[in-house]
């Protein structure tokens, strides 16, 4: 079992809804190349992605609609190593009627390390078919459609 320390905070932004968590670099995480696994920062944007989710929206919201992936595109502009302690924020950069396109940035040292931009569809959670995204979640996020 891998355990990773995160602290989730709110702050005041000019971002639309930003949101932050704190990872700290373990063994578990580390390569054969003695720096952090490319698919940890696969695993930290899922993550932080999920719990901006649920840190915003309802339990009603969450039961109603599901998040996917369509695309992953993570720049790596530096390396992590073993005990680093990062900062990751995500916010949504736009949206169109059924998808959004989320940020997640990852800072060492408050250094950008990598960047990630990935696009999600919404789903109805009981006909798994894309669903548009209401007014409710626009105003929760701050989107503009």
């Given at each position: 079992?891998?355990?990773?320390d995160v602290i989730c905070i709110e702050i005041e932004?000019?971002?639309?809804?930003?949101?932050?968590?704190?990872?700290?670099?373990?063994?578990?995480?580390?390569?054969?190349?003695?720096?952090?696994?490319?698919i940890e920062y696969l695993k930290w944007v899922q993550?932080?992605?999920?719990?901006?989710?649920?840190?915003?929206?309802?339990?009603?919201?969450?039961?109603?609609?599901?998040?996917?992936?369509?695309?992953?595109?993570?720049?790596?502009?530096?390396?992590?190593?073993?005990?680093?302690?990062?900062?990751?924020?995500?916010?949504?950069?736009?949206?169109?009627?059924?998808?959004?396109?989320?940020?997640?940035?990852?800072?060492?040292?408050?250094?950008?390390?990598?960047?990630?931009?990935?696009?999600?569809?919404?789903?109805n959670s009981v006909t798994r078919k894309p669903a548009?995204?209401?007014?409710?979640?626009?105003?929760?996020?701050?989107?503009?459609?």
């Open positions: 079992m891998v355990l990773i932004s000019n971002m639309p809804q930003e949101y932050r968590m704190s990872i700290k670099v373990n063994k578990d995480m580390i390569d054969e190349n003695f720096h952090v696994n490319n993550k932080i992605a999920k719990e901006h989710w649920h840190y915003y929206s309802t339990e009603e919201l969450q039961k109603g609609f599901a998040w996917v992936v369509l695309d992953h595109h993570i720049q790596y502009k530096g390396q992590a190593f073993l005990d680093d302690e990062l900062s990751l924020v995500t916010y949504i950069e736009k949206s169109t009627a059924v998808t959004t396109t989320r940020i997640v940035e990852i800072y060492k040292e408050n250094k950008l390390i990598t960047k990630a931009r990935t696009t999600w569809c919404m789903l548009r995204i209401n007014n409710e979640i626009i105003s929760l996020f701050e989107l503009e459609v």
